[in-house]
C-alpha cells in the first residue's frame, strides 16, 4: 500500500465516546438525541429551514426526485461529469436525466449552456458544487426563475463552501450533502437533505419515515401515525449520528487543515503550470471553497497511466474519476445529451486528484509534489 494514500479517514475527538453514549442511551434506530443535534446544527450552518438525516447523499437525492413528484416525461437538467448518484435518482423515477458541458476552468455545469437545454418537460436544474467549488448560482437562479424549474443542488463535496456568502446547500429549493468516507465530514455513509421552503419540510418527513407521519407522532403533533405517501426508510442510524457529531462539532477545524494543504499544493505546483505540464483548480472571487480536492488537469492526458504508476512506485496514491455519464451505457439509455460535452470529455481524461486529508503532514503534501514534478519530468 501506497505511504500516502488518497484517503484515509480520521478521528476528530469525540467520535468513540459519543457512540458509548448512544449506545448507553439505548435508542439505535434513527431520529435519536444525535441525529437531532446534527441536523440542528447543519440548519444552523447552512441556514436552511430544516435538515434531515439520511443513510446517503444518494437517498437525499432521490427524495428530492420523490418530492417534486418526478417521474417518465420529466427532464432534469445536469452535468454529465459528476456522480452517478446525480443522475440515478431521477432515473430512478423515470426522469430523463439531460446532461449539459461543464465548465473549462472550474468543472461546474457551464451555465451559458443550460438554456439552450430546456424543452417543455423540463422540471428542474440539479446543479454539482464540484470539489466544494460553487456553480455560478446568480445566473442559475435567474434562469430556473425565468422557467419556472426547481433548482436542486447536490452539494455532496460542499459542506461549508459558500457562493457571494451564502453557504453552498442553502440557495436551491432543495440541497444534499454525503458524509460518506471520502468527503470532508463522515460518518461512513451518511447523508442530509436540505430543505429551504419550509412548505415541503412535513412531506420530506413523511417520505423518509416509510410514507408514515411517525415524525409528526413523535412530537406529539398527531395522536397516532398512519401511512401517508409513498416512501422509504431513509433514516441514518443513530450510532452513524453519534459518529458524525464529533465530525460536525469541528466542522470548521477539519476545512481549515483541508485548506493549508490544499495551499501547499497550489503553491508547490505553481511551477509545474508556469512549464505547461498541467493546470490547477480555478476558485473565482465568488467562491469561498472548502478544499473538498486537489485535482489537476494535465496538458498531456496520454501521460496519466504512467504518471499514477510513478507516483504508486513513489508511495503515492494518486487516482481520477467519473467516466462521464452521457458516454457510459447507461447514461445513452437513460439520458439524453443537450449539447456536444466536448470539455467534459476532455476533462474526464485529463484530470488527477491527489491525497489530501487531515492527518496528512505538511512534508507529506510536499512530498506529493515532488514526486509528481518527477513522475511528469520523467514522462515528457
Ligand atoms: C459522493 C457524491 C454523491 C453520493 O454520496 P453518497 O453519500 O455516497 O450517496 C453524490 N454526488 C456527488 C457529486 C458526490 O461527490
Redesign the pocket.
Known amino acids: 500500500m501506497a505511504q500516502i494514500p488518497f484517503n484515509k479517514p480520521s478521528l476528530t475527538g469525540s467520535e468513540l465516546s459519543n457512540i458509548q453514549v448512544a449506545y448507553e442511551a439505548g435508542m439505535l434506530s434513527g431520529d435519536g438525541a444525535f441525529s437531532k443535534s446534527c441536523e440542528r446544527l447543519l440548519e444552523h450552518r447552512v441556514g436552511c429551514d430544516r435538515a434531515l438525516l439520511t443513510h ?4 437525499a ?1 432521490e427524495m428530492m426526485a420523490l418530492l417534486l413528484e418526478l417521474g417518465p416525461g420529466d427532464e432534469v437538467i445536469m452535468p454529465s461529469y ?2 452517478v ?2 443522475a440515478n435518482a431521477f432515473a430512478m423515477r423515470g426522469a430523463t436525466p439531460v446532461f449539459v458541458d461543464v465548465r473549462e476552468d472550474t468543472l461546474n455545469i457551464d451555465e451559458s449552456k443550460i438554456e439552450q437545454a430546456i424543452t417543455s418537460k423540463t422540471k428542474a436544474i440539479c446543479v ?1 458544487h464540484y470539489a466544494g467549488v460553487a456553480c455560478e448560482m446568480d445566473r442559475i437562479e435567474r434562469i430556473a426563475r425565468a422557467h419556472g424549474l426547481a433548482l436542486l443542488e ?1 452539494a ?2 460542499a459542506i461549508c463552501a459558500t457562493y457571494l456568502g451564502r453557504p453552498l446547500g442553502s440557495i436551491g429549493r432543495f440541497g444534499a450533502f ?3 468516507e ?2 470532508n465530514a463522515t460518518c461512513g ?3 442530509a437533505l436540505l430543505i429551504n421552503d419550509s412548505a415541503d419540510a412535513i412531506a420530506a418527513e413523511i417520505m423518509r419515515e416509510k410514507g408514515t407521519d411517525r415524525s409528526q407522532f413523535l412530537r406529539g403533533a398527531v395522536d397516532k401515525y398512519t401511512w401517508r405517501s409513498i416512501g422509504s426508510s431513509f433514516l441514518l442510524g443513530e450510532l452513524a449520528a453519534a459518529f458524525l457529531k464529533a465530525q460536525l462539532d469541528h466542522v470548521e477545524a477539519i476545512t481549515r487543515r483541508r485548506l493549508e494543504l490544499w495551499d501547499i499544493y497550489n503553491r508547490q505546483l505553481a511551477p509545474l503550470e508556469a512549464a505547461g505540464y498541467l493546470k490547477r483548480p480555478t476558485v473565482p472571487a465568488e467562491c469561498g471553497h472548502n478544499a473538498h480536492m486537489f485535482y489537476i488537469l494535465l496538458a498531456d492526458p496520454g501521460a496519466r497511466a504512467e504518471v499514477i504508476t510513478r507516483l504508486e512506485e513513489s508511495g503515492v496514491n494518486a487516482v481520477f474519476h467519473y467516466v462521464p455519464l452521457h458516454s457510459s451505457e447507461a447514461g445513452q439509455r437513460l439520458g439524453r445529451a443537450a449539447d456536444g460535452l466536448e470539455v467534459t470529455d476532455r476533462v474526464a481524461n485529463a484530470i488527477l486528484r491527489l491525497p489530501l486529508w487531515t492527518a496528512m503532514t505538511n512534508e507529506d503534501a510536499v512530498t506529493v509534489s515532488e514526486a509528481l514534478s518527477a513522475a511528469l519530468k520523467h514522462y515528457a
Open positions: 446517503s447523499c444518494t437517498a437525492l459528476t456522480f448518484s446525480t454539482v447536490d455532496a463535496q454525503s458524509f460518506h471520502t468527503k455513509e451518511g447523508g
